[in-house]
């Protein structure tokens, strides 16, 4: 008697529609769990290869890259998505160049944060600095699927 209802409960949670949203959580999950390995093992390696002076310098680019990353307005997508759901058209359209424009932004300030490092003689963390600058509109800026 059991059993059999617990077949059924497990019959009604189990539709189709559920089996593809839990595999989707599942796939997710997978997907999160080899992001945050590969980061852990990536950065063993690179603490092991690069001097305590060219990690500290690897450390404070991503630092402010993830910093700069604000200009991109990174709450556009779920904007978007909303947008779309109600069933407004070209949202997209309207927001990569927002986006693309505030990365813009960021990578001036990014810039000038270079030259200024460059005035001061720390010429290694203002070339990385620059290359940043230069790649932040195209990380950020086209994210907005």
Not at 37 to 61: H, K, N
Not at 116 to 128: D, E, I, M, N, R
């Amino acid at each position: 008697m059991v059993l059999r209802n617990l077949q059924k409960s497990e019959s009604r949670f189990l539709t189709q529609e559920n089996r593809r949203s839990l595999s989707g959580i599942v796939l997710l999950g997978s997907q999160r769990v080899f992001q945050k390995s590969f980061g852990l093992i990536s950065t063993y390696f690179l603490v092991r290869a690069l001097t305590q002076d060219e990690f500290g310098m690897y450390s404070f680019v991503i630092g402010v890259v993830s910093t700069m990353t604000i200009f991109g307005f990174g709450g556009l997508k779920n904007a978007i998505m909303q947008s779309v759901a109600r069933g407004h058209r070209g949202t997209y359209r309207k927001a990569v160049p927002l986006s693309f424009s505030g990365c813009l932004l960021g990578s001036f300030l990014m810039l000038g944060l270079a030259f200024w490092y460059q005035k001061t003689g720390q010429t290694q963390l203002s070339s990385a600095l620059m290359i940043a600058a230069c790649l932040l509109p195209f990380y950020e800026g086209f994210s907005q699927w």
